[in-house]
Nanobody
Framework: QVQLVESGGGLVQPGGSLRLSCAAS????????MGWYRQAPGKQRELVAN???????NYVDSVKGRFTISRDNAKNTVYLQMNSLKPEDTAVYYC???????WGQGTQVTVSS
């Protein structure tokens, strides 16, 4: 069974950067679109960014110009580069194989001084 494992979360000051990685145990990237989602305390999980098999990307308005999603199909890995982080970006971040509906376990991102 395919599993997704996120890494790269942590504590960062406002204005800082983090890069999240999501590695798959199987070769799913050639057959599925991938997404990064986040869930802050007391809020619903929301889509942050997604990338198609062909590399087309989409972002929620609140992260446009600050976050970049990318994928390396040879490494079965999808990334989320997060720059100019704000306290409101604090959340648990999850990756998902969108059409297979497979979720990772999540990684905590905390933006605080």
């Amino acid at each position: 069974q395919v599993q997704l494992v996120e890494s790269g979360g942590g504590l960062v000051q406002p204005g800082g950067s983090l890069r999240l990685s999501c590695a798959a145990s199987g070769s799913i990237f050639s057959i599925d679109d991938m997404g990064w989602y986040r869930q802050a305390p007391g809020k619903q999980r929301e889509l942050v960014a997604n990338i198609t098999i062909g590399g087309m990307t989409n972002y929620v308005d609140s992260v446009k110009g600050r976050f970049t999603i990318s994928r390396d199909n040879a490494k079965n890995t999808v990334y989320l580069q997060m720059n100019s982080l704000k306290p409101e970006d604090t959340a648990v971040y999850y990756c998902k194989a969108i059409y297979l509906k497979i979720w990772g376990q999540g990684t905590q991102v905390t933006v605080s001084s």
